[in-house]
């Protein structure tokens, strides 16, 4: 039997793939009333659904204006669900948010810096394709607490790598977390 969750993943996968935004937000907002149910909206429904998106496309089976189409549903989708998600009490932690130089695709790091306004952190969410020095400099003017960067695409692996040690010379005990569809391979 297919769970709830699976039906509205499905469902919501269905609406990106026919680029239908209103009914890929009605799918969001009516599973997402609260801070919890947004965290689990992200994992169980637009994680997967992303994921799928991007293997049609390596795959051939979609086309890259189609892919675009989606993500720019889902950016705007994580636009509306916002307000409903950033706390009010705030912890004084600052955490920055950004996706390796030459990586365009920056939902995964949206819901991860949405997830820290969840639970209180000041976010400074720096998006796709941050240079590696741009990064350092403004990690420079910010007492960052944590750093989270993401990749969706393995050949750049190699870029973070480099940006890593990069950082570990300005920034050696600074927390950094790394993630992305990229390490499914």
């Excluded at 989708?77 to 030459?102: F, H, I, M, P, Q």
């Excluded at 820290?116 to 720096?126: A, D, K, R, T």
């Excluded at 960052?144 to 890593?164: Q, R």
Aim: net charge negative; charged share 20%; with cysteine.
């Amino acid at each position: 039997m297919i769970s709830a969750t699976d039906q509205m993943q499905r469902a919501f996968l269905e609406a990106l793939l026919k680029g239908n935004r209103l009914q890929s937000s009605s799918i969001a907002l009516s599973m997402a009333s609260n801070p919890e149910e947004i965290k689990a909206l992200y994992e169980n429904v637009v994680k997967p659904a992303m994921y799928q998106i991007g293997e049609l496309w390596e795959n051939g089976e979609i086309s890259v204006a189609s892919e675009h189409l989606a993500s720019a549903i889902v950016e705007g989708v994580l636009n509306e669900l916002y307000a409903g998600l950033v706390s009010g009490k705030r912890s004084g932690r600052v955490a920055v948010t950004a996706c390796v130089e030459d990586e365009k695709h920056q939902i995964g790091i949206k819901m991860v810096s949405d997830v820290f306004e969840m639970h209180g952190w000041n976010v400074f969410f720096l998006g796709a394709d941050t240079p590696c020095e741009e990064l350092l400099r403004f990690l420079h003017t910010v007492k960052a607490d944590v750093l989270a960067l993401s990749l969706s695409i393995y050949f750049h692996l190699p870029m973070l790598e480099k940006m890593l040690q990069r950082i570990r010379q300005d920034f050696p005990v600074l927390p950094v977390l790394v993630g992305g569809q990229a390490f499914r391979h």
